[in-house]
């Protein structure tokens, strides 16, 4: 065999060997990321990803392609960042809700009422705070994963079968949380009890009253069919949580610099389109929910805010200057 030959063929068994040792799918050098999201097909975290991965394949010829996994195929969020932490996932879609426990500054955002509204959430991710946060994680040993962007995820409110306007109409009730104890706090401070309880189990304990309820942004509520079992939704804004879509580290190192900057540049473009298209299936979302006769009930948000105070003073002092930053930002 002629040294060239050799060489190359050396070369594309070691791009392989990386590749495999990353989890991705290698045909004919060609890759295959393997993204994942607990929402189904349609939904505007997803799509963005998808409208992402088109646009990789025509820009790479064909070279590297994304599959995406909706529905919690590949498990919870939980799940899906230990994937992508080893590399058996290239992309996932996860709410910093979950990644508070990985990334422990990222918890500011998990306060309840750290925002004063979606448009407020939205001037500090895009601003200086939002890039600093995003850094933190990529550069963070123990994360393994690089952050490509920010995504919407809207506001949360309480949803069960009763209306909930007061702290009070909580006692008793078993309200599902994220696993992250700033939420099932938050919960027992607005009055009710708080469940850590995995996303992909909450649909069939709703549904049989192992929860009372839940709390969730309008998308989720349709899209994950709570609406079917939970028929009051009580605006108590107490959540405004941003989501970030992650590359695993392991698979990231081994990518040219060239590809590297096509992903980042399609990455910015993904969480702009995800914004567009995150607004649009809101409006849509709430129509369809009263369609289908969910009844919308405003709550008394100022007696929630006073009521999670003691949360805020417990897990917001040591975060007291970027909270002070995140105030300012105007
Ligand atoms: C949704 C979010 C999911 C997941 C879910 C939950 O709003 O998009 O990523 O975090 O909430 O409550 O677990």
């Known amino acids: ?12 068994s070691l791009a392989a060997g990386a590749g495999a040792a990353a989890g991705v799918s290698l045909a004919q050098g060609k890759m295959v990321w393997k993204a994942s999201d607990v929402h189904p097909i349609g939904y505007p975290t997803v799509e963005a990803i998808q409208r992402m991965g088109k646009k990789l ?3 790479t010829s064909g070279r590297i392609s994304i599959q995406m996994f909706p529905s919690m195929q590949l498990g919870g969020e939980k799940e899906m960042i230990e994937q992508a932490q080893v590399g058996a996932l290239q992309i996932a879609r996860i709410s910093v809700g979950a990644m508070g426990p990985v990334v422990d500054d990222l918890n500011v955002f998990n306060l309840p009422f ?6 407020h959430m939205r001037k500090v991710i895009d601003g200086p705070i939002g890039q600093e946060l995003l850094d933190r994680i990529s550069n963070s040993p123990q994360s393994k994963l690089i952050v490509l962007g920010w995504m919407d995820a809207g506001t ?9 306007t007061q702290p009070t109409d909580l006692k008793g009730m078993k309200i599902r949380m ?6 099932v706090e938050t919960m027992n401070a607005m009055g009710g009890n708080g469940v850590a309880m995995g996303f992909n189990e909450l649909y069939s304990a709703l549904q049989t009253g192992v929860v009372d309820g ?27 949580i941003p989501e970030i879509f992650v590359f695993s580290k392991r698979t990231w190192d081994t990518l040219s610099q060239a590809d590297q900057d096509l992903v980042r540049k399609l990455s910015r473009e993904a969480q702009l389109e995800q914004r567009e298209l995150w607004d649009k299936y809101v409006g849509d979302a709430e129509m369809k929910l009263k369609e289908a006769g969910i009844k919308f009930v405003q709550a008394d948000k100022a007696a929630f805010y006073k009521a999670t105070q003691p949360v805020r003073d417990k897990y917001g002092s040591k975060y007291a200057a970027l909270i002070k930053r995140i105030e300012d930002t105007k």
């Open 214 to 240: 839940a709390e969730n942004n309008p998308p989720t509520l349709l899209a994950q069919n709570h609406y079917t079992v939970s028929k009051v939704y009580s605006l108590t804004g107490h959540l405004i």
């Open 1 to 12: 065999m002629k040294r060239r030959q050799l060489i190359k063929w050396g070369a594309s």
């Open 114 to 119: 750290i925002f004063r509204d979606e448009a």
């Open 178 to 183: 994220m696993g992250n104890p700033v939420f």
């Open 57 to 59: 394949e025509a820009q």
């Open 156 to 164: 949360r409110n309480v949803y069960a079968n009763k209306p909930v």
